[in-house]
């Protein structure tokens, strides 16, 4: 029994997991996505009445379980959480955990899919990210495309017979509690792991000589070839940095961060993946900018893939800062394919923050964001102020039309005769 607004560390979560590794089936379905909370479930299922996203049965279970919670408790609740350490490195450590045959599931059709129930299967399945700028209202329907992924991935295995245990996660919070009410301890707790998780690892760096040349970070960096063979490069750069960086190349003009990959996984013996950026002088600002102009992937030193970049630029003393970078068309800073090759690569990389010029004092400059000034919400005040002033200045025009009576009847003297010229 854990007290209210505990965290669950890795090893505490290990003692959790046992039962799924000591049951007579083994099989195992991992359902990661970028960001989730129980605030999720309770808002969205309560808030949008019959549109409620969640319906399929995992999902219903932990609905009605969390609901018979919240109603049988006198106040509200504090519930615990899982250390974002543990949830960032879930799919690692169930790997650590037994001899499971990893699968990774993208086609979302699991008929053909061959299951040996003799021995442990891990499925996993990355669900599509959820970005921070998007609305209720539009999360509501992401997760009812999330929730009909998980039921028809769940009831497929149901019908064939096979047994399986389900885990649901993200691989750190929506939202952080800002509650006041809860004592001081628990939330020095929250804030620390806030902390913790802007920056859990140090970023990667280059260096020539003594100094820093090229500095890189992301929370999540991973890659998908042909659409099935996902490529999860985080933990290999950032946390074991069992990766090689000694053809990276640094200039005042040109930067290369160059990354290279043995065995990432198993069909691809060496992957290189290079960042290439420019600093040039623009007459337009009169001053320097820092642009990655390209990203190039290089598989088994044959396929190349090359990539051009949209966005990504930033004064050059400056770094630059990105929530999500990748080849979807939803992200604010996108990849686009520059060959036949790159088209059978997907990226994603959330939270980037590159800097390859003017380093100083080995650590980030202040960061340049790829949000724009002009958020969708500054414009629809823009716009609403527009149409309010408008609708003022026809007022106070049509009001300064009006004209008065400038000769008035005397009801002692002769009636007023008006020509009708006037």
């Given at each position: 029994a854990f007290h209210e607004g505990h965290i669950v560390s890795a090893q505490e979560l290990s003692v959790l997991l046992q039962p799924v590794?000591?049951?007579?089936?083994?099989?195992?379905?991992?359902?990661?996505?970028?960001?989730?909370?129980?605030?999720?479930?309770?808002?969205?299922?309560?808030?949008?009445?019959?549109?409620?996203?969640?319906?399929?049965?995992?999902?219903?279970?932990?609905?009605?379980?969390?609901?018979?919670?919240?109603?049988?408790?006198?106040?509200?609740?504090?519930?615990?959480?899982?250390?974002?350490?543990?949830?960032?490195?879930?799919?690692?450590?169930?790997?650590?955990?037994?001899?499971?045959?990893?699968?990774?599931?993208?086609?979302?059709?699991?008929?053909?899919?061959?299951?040996?129930?003799?021995?442990?299967?891990?499925?996993?399945?990355?669900?599509?990210?959820l970005l921070s700028q998007l609305t209720e209202f539009v999360k509501l329907y992401m997760f009812l495309f999330i929730d009909k992924i998980i039921g028809r991935l769940t009831m497929d295995l149901q019908e064939r017979g096979i047994n399986f245990s389900v885990i649901y996660t993200a691989v750190r919070p929506s939202r952080i509690s800002r509650r006041t009410d809860v004592m001081g301890e628990l939330r020095r707790q929250l804030m620390a792991t806030?902390?913790?998780?802007?920056?859990?690892?140090?970023?990667?760096?280059?260096?020539?000589?003594?100094?820093?040349?090229?500095?890189?970070?992301?929370?999540?960096?991973?890659?998908?070839?042909?659409?099935?063979?996902?490529?999860?490069?985080?933990?290999?750069?950032?946390?074991?940095?069992?990766?090689?960086?000694?053809?990276?190349?640094?200039?005042?003009?040109?930067?290369?961060?160059?990354?290279?990959?043995?065995?990432?996984?198993?069909?691809?013996s060496s992957l290189e993946i290079r960042f290439l950026m420019t600093n040039k002088f623009?007459?337009?600002?009169?001053?320097?900018?820092?642009?990655?102009?390209?990203?190039?992937?290089?598989?088994?030193?044959?396929?190349?893939?090359?990539?051009?970049?949209?966005?990504?630029?930033?004064?050059?003393?400056?770094?630059?800062?990105?929530?999500?970078?990748?080849t979807s068309n939803l992200y604010p800073a996108r990849l686009i394919p520059s060959n036949n090759e790159a088209k059978n690569w997907d990226v994603f990389i959330s939270r980037l923050q590159i800097q390859g010029f003017n380093v100083e004092n080995n650590q980030f400059s202040y960061a340049s964001d790829c949000t724009g000034f002009f958020t969708p919400g500054i414009w629809m005040g823009l716009v609403t102020s527009i149409v309010l002033l408008w609708i003022l200045a026809y007022g106070i025009h049509m009001i300064m039309q009006l004209t008065t009576n400038n000769r008035f009847d005397d009801p002692k003297g002769p009636g007023l005769s008006v020509p009708q010229t006037e």
């Open positions: 590794f000591t049951q007579n089936s083994r099989n195992l379905i991992l359902f990661l996505q970028d960001t989730l909370s129980i605030d999720d479930f309770t808002y969205l299922s309560e808030s949008y009445g019959n549109r409620n996203p969640f319906q399929n049965q995992v999902n219903k279970l932990f609905i009605n379980l969390l609901q018979e919670i919240l109603q049988s408790s006198p106040s509200s609740l504090v519930l615990p959480t899982v250390d974002c350490e543990a949830t960032r490195y879930l799919l690692s450590f169930l790997q650590e955990s037994g001899d499971w045959k990893l699968t990774h599931i993208t086609n979302l059709d699991v008929s053909q899919l061959e299951v040996n129930t003799s021995k442990p299967n891990l499925l996993m399945v990355q669900l599509r990210p806030e902390e913790e998780d802007s920056l859990s690892y140090p970023p990667l760096n280059v260096t020539t000589g003594n100094d820093i040349c090229i500095l890189f970070y992301a929370s999540n960096f991973s890659l998908k070839a042909n659409s099935s063979v996902f490529i999860d490069l985080t933990n290999a750069t950032f946390v074991t940095q069992n990766v090689d960086i000694s053809s990276s190349e640094c200039s005042d003009i040109n930067t290369t961060l160059s990354l290279k990959y043995t065995k990432p996984v198993n069909g691809i623009y007459e337009g600002s009169a001053r320097n900018w820092s642009t990655l102009d390209s990203v190039e992937i290089v598989q088994d030193g044959e396929k190349f893939a090359k990539f051009n970049v949209s966005v990504i630029s930033a004064p050059a003393e400056y770094s630059f800062h990105c929530q999500l970078v990748g």
